[in-house]
């Protein structure tokens, strides 16, 4: 948030200074003859279009886990903005935690149908008699159109964001994974939880149409720069950053369009066993356990929107929640880095469409073209270094490779962290003065006549 708020400071000096003064005398003016159709923008339209694109890129587009119980509206929020800020700075990461959200999601399903398809068909069975008989006493003969057939992505998605609550002698116990659901429910501890696809979506906050007009604003800007190609008129930097956001969010929201949005209350399921439940998954701390200490709460958000591992920290063990940037297995681990590297390289081959864009000093050209290509490459570099831990297997390597691998990876990542903050701060100074034509807006009617 800091970081943020220094860099909206920071453009206010280049936001007045690109503004014409109003004392001054030789400032250049547009009549008629010169501009028939007095199409033009200002640095302000081109900031809120950037701004509204960036809000559905990130806001909107993100799919939060669900809080604690006892969590406040200023608590939820925050942790929202935190990672809107994770998104903007590195939008391949939401790629990838969103494809590991995915394949979670199927997996967990799909082993939930293996291994009680039976029992679920037994039971809804028994429902559906006893609610028909219902219906046809209180309502008359309505058909039942509730589409219960098993669980589905939309219940994978549910059970890893934190959607089933334990709760013993009617006092809630923590959430629920949903391997201790499927261990529980075998051992007969608690009773397999029966809930359909439009219940879980009915608890969410979001539906098609809100995600659909998310998607037709990514879309029209998207559109708006394409036509200023076709015309050649120029584009800003933060344009062309905005694109690349918008371009891997299009496939993030894609790999989320079934998962349930702002969902606030959980499902409860109930112990019936004797004997009091071990200790749960989201009930221990590891956070300063691991590895580095208190230095894991600065790295902890890059290694979990990874996929390497998701810490519990001692808030999400406190509310017995799901980690904010957790909710995911270990599931296709490959075609995760994959996908991770490749929207890296998407990216960054985005941001080299400024690879001619006039810049005012040379020094700053040639960064951002090597900034460009930094994040275009490294991951290219990290997919040749993690991909060989995992084809080899992290346990048969020796301890001096896994060393230099270790080495490595903080390497690129160090280069990908520079690369993007350099594209940001030449971003924001390339605001200071931009070309005249970039204020030329496009004439619809070239495309699309007597309109």
């Not at 009773?191 to 009915?202: G, L, R």
């Not at 918008?246 to 409860?268: E, F, G, H, M, N």
């Not at 399921?269 to 956070?287: C, F, I, S």
């Not at 301890?399 to 990542?413: G, P, Q, T, V």
Request: with cysteine; net charge neutral.
């Amino acid at each position: 948030m800091t970081l943020l708020l220094c860099a909206l400071l920071l453009c206010v000096p280049f936001v007045g200074a690109s503004l014409p003064s109003l004392n001054d005398t030789n400032t250049r003016t547009l009549d008629a003859s010169e501009c028939p159709s007095c199409n033009t923008r200002t640095l302000w339209d081109i900031l809120l279009s950037c701004g509204l694109t960036i809000f559905a890129c990130t806001w909107s587009a993100v799919h939060t886990n669900i809080p604690g119980r006892d969590e406040g509206r200023a608590t939820i929020t925050s942790r929202r903005l935190f990672i809107m800020i994770m998104a903007l700075i590195a939008p391949e990461l939401m790629i990838t935690w969103a494809t590991r959200q995915f394949f979670s999601a199927r997996a967990t399903a799909k082993e939930f149908n293996d291994e009680f398809a039976v029992r679920l068909g037994q039971f809804r069975d028994r429902q559906a008699i006893w609610e028909s008989k219902l219906a046809a006493a209180l309502l008359g003969d309505i058909p039942n159109s509730s589409g219960n057939s098993g669980w589905t992505v939309t219940h994978g998605f549910f059970a890893w964001m934190g959607g089933f609550m334990l709760y013993v002698d009617g006092e809630p116990r923590g959430t629920l994974d949903p391997d201790e659901l499927l261990v529980f429910v075998r051992s007969g501890s608690v009773d397999m939880p029966v809930i359909s696809q439009v219940e879980i979506e009915d608890r969410g906050k979001g539906d098609g149409l809100s995600k659909g007009i998310a998607l037709l604003q990514l879309a029209w800007f998207f559109v708006q720069l394409v036509a200023r190609y076709a015309q050649n008129l120029p584009i800003t930097l933060l344009e062309i950053d905005t694109l690349a956001a918008a371009a891997l969010t299009c496939v993030a929201y894609s790999l989320w369009w079934k998962k349930p949005k702002d969902v606030r209350c959980p499902y409860i399921v109930y112990w019936k066993a004797e004997n009091q439940p071990r200790l749960l998954t989201y009930e221990d701390a590891d956070l300063y356990r691991v590895g580095l200490g208190r230095v894991n709460s600065f790295i902890y958000p890059f290694i979990s929107l990874t996929g390497i591992r998701v810490f519990i920290s001692p808030r999400a063990a406190r509310f017995r929640r799901v980690p904010s940037l957790g909710g995911y297995g270990e599931h296709h681990d490959k075609i995760v880095l994959l996908v991770g590297c490749f929207s890296g390289m998407v990216f960054g081959a985005i941001h080299c469409l400024g690879w001619n864009y006039l810049f005012q000093i040379h020094t700053e050209h040639m960064l951002w073209r090597a900034a460009s290509l930094g994040i275009a490459c490294a991951p290219v570099l990290l997919f040749l270094d993690v991909g060989l831990i995992l084809w080899v297997g992290y346990g048969n390597m020796s301890y001096l490779h896994n060393i230099i691998a270790l080495f490595s990876a903080i390497i690129i990542a160090f280069i990908y962290f520079v690369a993007r903050v350099t594209l940001i701060v030449l971003m924001i100074l390339s605001l200071r003065s931009l070309p005249l034509s970039v204020y030329d807006t496009v004439a619809w009617t070239e495309f699309i006549p007597h309109l």
